[in-house]
């Protein structure tokens, strides 16, 4: 499950055409562009879409093109509802922020944009923005190969959580039985590889929790071949 929603958000970046879904109204011929953003983080060099996560927020946004032009909805009354239930409404209210809520009830939400008298009739689109779960991975070379003996730096990533730093996570690793915690901006743990130690294993186990919110925490785990 951990590379699902890594490949999710790939899919997503592309289909969506730089995060821009093109929807059709239900009347009148408008078409509703509707966009959205996460702010979880990433590492700086992701390209892909940036998911939310239970307990962070989205920026959602829309307008509303007829004849290849946006339409003027200043004076049309805007409702969105989240699972169906209203969390905001106002005069020309295109763009709202959305707390996705911290349990986890499905892996997407459903979001309904409602424009209100538009040309005599509401008009209306439902989007569903995937929710995934935090993430952190322990990435190549390291996973599925091989270390030989002496000194390394296991480097650990982490994906789609509701923080701005790293230092607002706590990572605490373990191989072969040792474990050793940190704070801060060190994601990477020092090992050496006694050459004693070569035809064996390496068991790596890495958990990064959340400070302040032991709810939420991800950990994965890897065995590597010594050379």
């Known amino acids: ?20 879904v093109v929807v059709h109204a239900q009347a009148n011929g408008a078409k509703f562009f ?5 702010e979880n983080y ?14 962070s927020s989205v920026i959602i946004g829309f307008e509303l093109i007829e004849g290849d032009k946006a339409v003027n909805i200043t ?8 699972n169906d239930v209203l969390f905001q409404k106002g005069f020309g209210l295109k763009t709202v922020k959305y707390a996705i809520p911290t349990t986890r009830t499905s892996n997407s939400q459903k979001i309904k944009i409602v424009v209100g008298g538009y040309k005599g009739a509401d008009i209306s689109k439902f989007i569903d923005i995937p929710v995934a779960s935090a993430e952190v ?17 296991l480097s650990s990533l982490l994906y789609f959580w509701n923080i701005r730093e790293l230092f607002a996570t706590l990572l605490e690793w373990s191989y072969n039985g040792t474990e050793i915690s940190s704070a801060g901006n060190n994601n990477s743990l020092e090992i050496e590889v006694p050459a004693t ?14 400070i302040g919110d032991e709810a939420t925490f991800a950990k994965n785990n890897a065995v590597l071949l010594i050379k």
Do not use: C, D
């Not at 899919?11 to 969506?16: K, Y």
């Not at 990433?42 to 307990?55: C, D, M, Q, R, T």
């Open 75 to 82: 004076q049309n009354e805007i409702r969105w509802f989240a």
């Open 42 to 55: 990433v590492p700086g060099w992701y390209a892909g879409k940036i998911l939310p996560s239970p307990g």
């Open 197 to 210: 130690a070569s035809g064996g294993t390496l068991r790596l186990s890495v958990q990064a929790t959340k």
């Open 137 to 153: 991975v322990v990435p190549v070379p390291y996973v599925g190969g091989a270390l030989s003996p002496g000194k390394h730096t």
């Open 1 to 20: 499950m951990k590379n699902y929603f890594l490949k999710l958000s790939l899919f997503i970046t592309l289909f969506s055409l730089l995060t821009t």
């Open 34 to 38: 509707v966009s959205w953003r996460s």
